[in-house]
């Protein structure tokens, strides 16, 4: 995932999505503080909580608890006073190849002996005296490791020629990359410090539940040392940043400069890093996003060991599965990741998984969405033999029955872009194709003309030699087929999970298919690259 630094469009709400770092270029289990002079964690230390006792005189009581209701921390000042040492201030500075001129640049002037003056010309000319145009960013970050190693974003040190790392005491030292994550926006760091630096570790973000207290500590807008808190208002958001996005959403107030700085839980553990909000002007609204805990954990880790990342590989293509897709399928609810492609030579290239498979559980988790897989399988260590618990739907009128099959994975490439990744887009609707008719042809069914392939077909379409199924050569304007994305040169491999022959073997499923009362026809698609999708179209 490479992540810009500007506010990016976001359909989410219709308004922006920002990342949180500050500046004109680029940027940005137990968790507890270690102090400076022995670098070993503290004990945890449970909040202080204003609570309303039921029984007490005066008080009206809870109905059907006898618990003492909480209504939020009453202070979270010991809480702060213990982690603000360990959150830290990332400042960057990167030359500008052929930016403008210094004189071009209007200058900030503050009045005669005023410490800003100072700040407004490092702010546009960067170092003085340095001869080069430079651009600078700030960010937040955390020490996770008393030795000096600090975690913050990717987009926070993206393409710094310089990284200085602030301490809350004042100290600066400056940082060395030691390896950077594009696709989860994570970057580790290392400083030298002659002393142990007080450190934070991180928690399990899953044990994290819709609702719970957390607290941020961050750089908002170069304001160092700033402590905002709130609550888990969401898990798992998806804001299309990423291939892996499983984002805890937050009401607490963070903005531009938080970007890499924690968000932690009541008891001082980092349940996240925070990244990007959603605002109309790149100020807080109440919506803020942090990368998990347990994401972030096997990433840093790896960047640690190895300087970079080493993905779990499967080897499928997967789509999403719908409601209607269930329906046809004959499964119990719309769980699950559907396996729509197998790459060759893959791991899953062993003759066990086929294509129309729902995979439920891997390796004992489970499977709720195509998207959790393929992060889930990126987490898992390269090597393991994993048992994938499926459903498989091996006739139209037959249920679908539970199979497990056991895979060995392999290793994701930075070139395999889409070998974990789900595959659920639609063929290209602006493929060079012959115009759609005007009305249906008289043989049309579904609204789709349907056809054999005959050598001119193939040449006109660019279909393979060694083609199967049956070919559409039109499609009626308006048609429930034309509105689910089926055009000119899209074959039809299957009908009812069922292999079709030709063009009249699949009129005849069809036909079938609504004699018996069925409402709608689950087809196996595969555009002209060969990629294939299920889509249910009705049949009335």
Do not use: C
Not at 91 to 105: F, H, I, L, M, Y
Not at 237 to 264: E, H, M
Not at 491 to 504: F, L, R, T, Y
């Amino acid at each position: 995932m490479s992540l810009p630094n500007a506010r990016l469009a976001s359909s989410l709400a219709g308004a922006a999505l920002a990342l949180l770092a500050v500046g004109a270029g680029p940027a940005g289990a137990q968790g507890v503080i270690a102090p400076p002079s022995e670098g070993q964690p503290i004990a945890p230390q449970p909040p202080t909580a204003a609570t309303i006792d039921p029984a007490a005189p005066g008080v009206p009581a809870q109905p059907g608890s006898a618990q003492p209701r909480m209504i939020g921390p009453a202070s979270v000042a010991d809480l702060a006073d213990r982690l603000l040492g360990a959150v830290v201030n990332i400042s960057t500075s990167q030359k500008v190849e052929g930016g403008p001129p210094r004189d071009a640049t209007p200058p900030l002037t503050a009045p005669d002996g005023s410490p800003l003056q100072d700040f407004f010309n490092d702010l546009l000319n960067g170092k003085e005296g340095d001869g080069e145009n430079r651009v600078q960013s700030l960010g937040s970050g955390f020490v996770l490791d008393p030795s000096g190693i600090v975690v913050t974003n990717n987009h926070v040190i993206a393409d710094a020629d310089e990284i200085t790392v602030n301490f809350a005491d004042g100290r600066q030292l400056d940082a060395t990359v030691v390896g950077v994550d594009p696709k989860t926006d994570l970057a580790v760091l290392k400083v030298e410090s002659p002393t142990p630096l007080a450190a934070v570790r991180f928690g399990n973000s899953d044990a994290v539940r819709i609702g719970d207290w957390v607290m941020a500590i961050g750089n908002p807008f170069g304001l160092g040392g700033s402590v905002t808190v709130g609550i888990v208002s969401a898990r798992g958001r998806n804001i299309q940043a990423g291939p892996y996005d499983n984002f805890i959403q937050t009401d607490a107030a963070i903005n531009r400069g938080n970007s890499g700085g924690p968000l932690f839980d009541m008891y001082g553990n980092v349940i996240g890093i925070n990244t990007a909000i959603i605002s109309p002007t790149g100020g807080s609204i109440g919506i803020g996003f942090a990368i998990p805990a347990l994401l972030a954990q096997n990433v840093v880790d790896q960047l640690r060991e190895y300087g970079e990342t080493r993905r779990g590989w499967l080897g499928i293509r997967l789509q999403e599965v719908t409601d209607e897709i269930a329906e046809g399928l004959g499964l119990p609810n719309a769980r699950g990741a559907l396996v729509m492609g197998i790459i060759p030579e893959g791991p899953a290239d062993n003759g066990q998984i086929e294509i129309g498979d729902v995979v439920t559980r891997f390796d004992g988790r489970e499977i709720a969405t195509s998207r959790d897989l393929p992060r889930i399988v990126a987490e898992t260590e390269i090597g393991k033999t994993v048992t994938l618990d499926i459903l498989r739907k091996e006739s139209l009128d037959a249920p679908a029955k539970p199979v497990s099959v056991h895979v060995t994975l392999g290793r994701l490439e930075d070139a395999d872009e889409t070998d974990a990744g789900e595959d659920d887009t639609p063929a290209d609707a602006d493929a060079a194709a012959p115009d759609a008719p005007a009305a249906p042809a008289p043989n049309a069914t579904l609204g789709l003309q349907l056809s054999d392939a005959s050598d001119e077909l193939k040449k006109r379409f660019d279909l393979a030699d060694d083609f199967t199924g049956v070919l559409v050569t039109e499609v009626a304007p308006n048609s429930a087929a034309g509105e689910k994305g089926i055009e000119p040169g899209t074959v039809i491999k299957e009908i009812g999970q069922e292999a079709v022959k030709d063009a009249a073997d699949a009129r005849e499923k069809l036909t079938k298919l609504k004699a018996d009362g069925r409402r709608n026809a689950l087809l196996l698609l595969a555009d002209r690259a060969g990629d294939l999708r299920f889509t249910v179209v009705p049949i009335d």
